[in-house]
């Protein structure tokens, strides 16, 4: 099985939510690895890393995100050649700083 790497950017309300922790919550349910982050802009960003199958439905997940959120937008960025390597060591699915 192929794993596919794909990162998104969720634009809203979804700071101040438990939007990271859901996230967090959700990718290792799904056996996905990858980071969240928050951004300076209001946005969540991460990367999933998986299976096609595990990454689509995360991504689908994001639409609408824990409870309180309220999710306008899911956009793809490109993957940039260093974003895997910021998963932490001995974690499957990090949680890193704000940006």
Do not use: H
């Not at 937008?73 to 490109?78: F, L, Y």
């Amino acid at each position: 099985m192929d794993e596919v790497v794909r990162q998104v950017v969720i634009r809203g309300r979804v700071q101040g939510v438990g939007f990271r922790y859901w996230m967090m919550r959700e990718a290792i349910r799904l056996g996905v690895g990858g980071w969240v982050r928050n951004r300076r802009d209001g946005s969540v960003e991460a990367l999933f890393a998986g299976s096609a199958e595990a990454v689509a439905e995360m991504t689908a997940r994001c639409q609408n995100g824990p409870e309180f959120a309220r999710v306008d937008g899911v956009e793809d960025q490109a993957v940039t050649a260093n974003a895997v390597k910021m998963i932490r060591p001995g974690e499957r699915f990090s949680q890193l700083p704000t940006v």
